[in-house]
């Protein structure tokens, strides 16, 4: 082993993750929100998870836009690839990344796309 400190483990690589959580956000901030706001109906409760989930995202995207912004301003060497990701999923798991994409492009975090595992193979080799 020439240098054993080079490369990426689970435990030191550093992945930046868009903040394609829209639902995720939006259904944990929902579940809270009768304690925390009992002065909203069902559906100002639902409103109000559905802001705070937009605006977490948008702060998402823009960290992206600043960590990339920093590894070149202070020139780090750290192999930084901003090639966007895939995420594999069952077929169940599947109805649920759907719904959270829908709901995300709705909010105008549409920077998702839906594609076959056959796509998947030919865009990236994944099987």
Known sequence: MDDPASGASGRNE??????RYFKMVRDTVGKNLSE???DLDTDG?????????????QAAYQNAELIEQAIEAHGFRC?????????????EEQKSLRISARLAEKSG????????????RKLTGMR
């Open 14 to 19: 550093g992945l930046v993750v868009m903040g």
């Open 79 to 91: 192999d930084y690839n901003r090639a966007g990701w895939v995420q594999a999923r069952t077929e």
């Open 45 to 57: 409760r639902k409103q109000l998870a559905s802001r705070f989930a937009k605006v977490y995202c």
């Open 36 to 38: 925390v706001r009992p």
């Open 109 to 120: 975090c549409d920077d998702w796309t839906m594609i076959e595992s056959s796509e998947a």
